[in-house]
């Protein structure tokens, strides 16, 4: 079984500084490793994943997250937030084995103001 | 760009109903998911269904729900008596094959009175 923990519930922090929002797992198999936006009154889109290779992935509007296997970590980080980007984000995993169940985390509302 | 839609966007109901909720995925995807998400808490994952038949399906997925492909491009999922503790956001999701991203609705709130 896996399971995906966000400790930060909230984030508040103002346009243009950097965010990062913490996500661990626990998986007894390997995962694969995500991140999803939802932004008011949306569905959740996928910001980027973790499959292989590198460990540093790029995903879309600027956001990227490092996979730390030793500290089972994906953090999601951005240099330079804008308002736009105030929404609830969500870390999930999924095994590398089979199946096509994600589990996520409870998310983290990352709030920018001005 | 191609996206999933679902219907209705929100619907509340009384004890005991049942109610269908629908969802259009993204038409060359095989595979179709149904998650849910109570206020406040975790997005779970309740069924993935592929080739016509559940694939997966979680411990939440009791003989209360159902899932079916009516036609060649709606996905739905019933819920025969709704339950106060039912009231939740329901997201449909899909993806192109086995393991591929899965794309997800906007989601249909039903509310349970």
């Known amino acids: 079984a896996q399971s995906v923990t966000q400790l930060d519930s909230q984030v508040p922090v103002f346009e243009e500084a950097p965010v990062e929002l913490r996500c661990n797992y626990s998986?007894?198999?390997?995962?694969?490793l995500f991140w999803y936006v939802q932004y008011p009154n949306q569905g959740l889109q996928l910001l980027l994943k973790?499959?292989?290779?590198?460990?540093l992935v790029k995903g879309i509007n600027g956001f990227e997250a490092e996979f730390n296997k030793s500290q089972t970590s994906f953090h999601l980080r951005k240099p330079s937030v804008h308002i736009s980007d105030t929404a609830e984000y969500f870390c999930?995993?999924?095994?590398?084995?089979?199946?096509?169940?994600?589990?996520f985390g409870t998310g983290t509302q990352l709030k920018v103001e001005l | 760009e191609p996206e999933v839609t679902q219907t209705p966007s929100h619907q509340v109901t009384q004890m005991g109903q049942e109610v269908i909720l629908r969802c259009v995925p993204i038409?060359?995807?095989?595979?179709f998911y149904w998650y849910r998400q109570i206020l406040g808490q975790k997005v779970e994952f309740l069924v993935s269904?592929?080739?016509?038949?559940?694939?997966?399906k979680s411990e939440i997925f009791d003989d209360q729900f159902s899932v079916e492909r009516p036609d060649g491009s709606n996905f739905t999922l019933k819920i025969r008596s709704t339950k106060l503790e039912d009231s939740a956001m329901y997201f449909c999701?899909?993806?192109?094959?086995?393991?591929?991203?899965?794309?997800f609705g906007p989601g249909t709130r039903l509310l349970v009175l």
């Open positions: 999701a899909s993806s192109e094959a086995r393991g591929e991203t899965q794309y």
């Open positions: 998986s007894s198999v390997s995962v694969y």
């Open positions: 973790y499959l292989s290779g590198s460990t």
């Open positions: 999930a995993v999924r095994p590398t084995g089979g199946g096509n169940k994600l589990t």
């Open positions: 038409s060359n995807h095989l595979y």
């Open positions: 269904f592929y080739n016509n038949e559940i694939s997966e």
